[in-house]
């Protein structure tokens, strides 16, 4: 008898670092949901995103493709470029029921509701790209809170006076869990859970807040040479200047943030209830990820943008399927957030389109046996230069980021200048070995690496129809 193909919770938060789960070696936050997930399932610790801002990010897991290669390179977007097939698109045309929640952010969304591509393969598409009250139509998390009565822009006033019950993150859980608990006629279903938080502006309802003990918690990463380091870069696009932690009360902002995380928490624990309860856990596959890092503070910075220290461009990612992953596995092998397309693809036996650059990580996530390898380095790219118009303080950046097992490169391709890091001997990435002779041989080593791979990434174009 063959297997119906599983149905895929998939959970995906916003601007989330690696180093923010409390059984992945944190014990200042608290996520016992999040914890259980991994304990039933295979935690992929050195997972990297393929852009550290949101757009190209999703526009890269979601193709399983770099963002160079499928044209989605910058936020602001007018419309998604439609370059590759989204996994969920091919998904539904092979029988699966789709739905989302929460963003989608593969075109701008200033000053308009996201438009949708032609084929994104949701049934169902409850759009919020955030919890502003800033669309006088169009938004789901707005008319939701308007039918409890209540008006989101008075809500926003106080952000954190907002019940947990009626934040966008809850809304976001209690779509999906209207569809977990839905007939699907039969057939296997994909939820895309996109819940904004923890993004900035860092504004969890009180009472989360109220959990920590700011001058507890360890604060960034951060020594007096970021000062000058951050300088040195000082006309590459990022979102933050370089100062130091007490000039913007870095804790308070790392208790935020970690609040807003057990909000997450609590919402993934009411979600995999809610398969229990319908008895659908044990064939559903439940994906926990973020779409990229937060500086949180590290040398002197806040948000996201044109860096690429692994606070940015390392983000969790959990995948559990009861008796078909393996239980509490910590997986050290490189891995790229592209990788998730084959690997639901291969779930669902469909072949990987040929174009698709993400590799399955379904061995490792059923052979404990399987050598802890998958990539020999992982990659990661940002080109905003186009957004240079708009912001005077920037000249704009092309910049691409190589981590093999030891090293990063990280080049600002035009600027003439770089970033080279010893992860091993300096896992903060404090010192920069871009000018010293003594690496010369291994920069170059990384930079032909890097350079073939950007090369090995280009769009092809359409397919032949002649013979040469």
């Not at 998604?80 to 952010?105: F, M, Q, R, S």
């Not at 809170?145 to 926003?156: H, K, P, S, T, V």
């Not at 303080?393 to 391709?413: C, N, P, Q, W």
Request: glycine share 8%.
């Amino acid at each position: 008898m063959t297997r119906k193909p599983p149905n895929i919770l998939w959970i995906c938060t916003d601007q989330q670092r690696y180093d923010t789960i409390g059984a992945l070696n944190n014990p200042q936050v608290h996520t016992p949901n999040i914890d259980k997930l991994a304990a039933s399932g295979v935690a992929f610790e050195r997972a990297f995103c393929q852009s550290p801002i949101c757009t190209p990010s999703r526009g890269s897991f979601l193709t399983g493709m770099y963002p160079s290669r499928v044209h989605a390179c910058i936020n602001g977007n007018e419309r998604w470029a439609e370059a590759a097939p989204l996994v969920t698109a091919l998904l539904a045309d092979a029988g699966y029921d789709c739905a989302l929640a929460g963003k989608l952010h593969l075109a701008g969304t200033f000053g308009r509701v996201e438009p949708r591509p032609q084929h994104d393969g949701y049934r169902l598409f409850h759009w919020s790209h955030d919890p502003e009250d800033q669309w006088e139509s169009g938004h789901a998390y707005a008319d939701w809170i308007a039918e409890q009565g209540r008006n989101l822009g008075e809500l926003r006033k106080s952000p954190h006076e907002i019940p947990p019950e009626l934040h966008q993150t809850s809304w976001c859980s209690d779509r999906a869990i209207d569809f977990i608990e839905a007939d699907h006629d039969g057939k296997p279903w994909l939820m895309s859970v996109n819940i904004f938080d923890p993004h900035e502006p860092f504004d969890p309802p009180q009472s989360y807040l109220d959990r920590f003990d700011v001058g507890a918690l360890s604060g960034p990463a951060f020594r007096e040479s970021d000062l000058a380091a951050q300088a040195a870069l000082a006309d590459i696009d990022f979102q933050t200047p370089c100062r130091r932690p007490e000039e913007f009360n870095a804790k308070w902002i790392q208790a935020a943030y970690y609040a807003m995380i057990e909000l997450i928490d609590d919402n993934v624990g009411r979600m995999l209830d809610a398969l229990e309860r319908s008895g659908q856990r044990d064939n559903t596959v439940v994906i926990f990820m973020s779409d990229h890092g937060e500086m949180l503070g590290d040398h002197g910075l806040l948000l996201k943008g044109c860096r690429f220290y692994e606070g940015l461009a390392r983000v969790p990612l959990i995948l559990s399927w009861p008796g078909q992953f393996l239980d509490g596995a910590r997986r050290q092998a490189l891995v790229e957030l592209m990788d998730i397309a084959p690997t639901l693809l291969e779930l669902a036996g469909l072949p990987a389109p040929d174009r698709m650059q993400g590799r399955s990580l379904l061995p490792l996530l059923r052979d404990g046996q399987a050598a802890d390898r998958h990539r020999d380095f992982v990659r990661c790219e940002y080109y905003d230069a186009i957004n240079a118009r708009f912001n005077e303080r920037f000249s704009g950046a092309y910049a691409t980021m190589l981590r093999d097992e030891r090293f990063k490169l990280i080049v600002y391709h035009g600027h003439g200048i770089g970033e080279l890091f010893d992860l091993e001997a300096d896992p903060d990435e404090f010192v920069n070995l871009w000018d010293e002779r003594a690496m010369r041989e291994t920069k170059m080593r990384l930079m032909q690496q890097s350079f073939d791979a950007l090369a090995l990434a280009t769009d092809l174009g359409t397919e032949p129809v002649t013979v040469f």
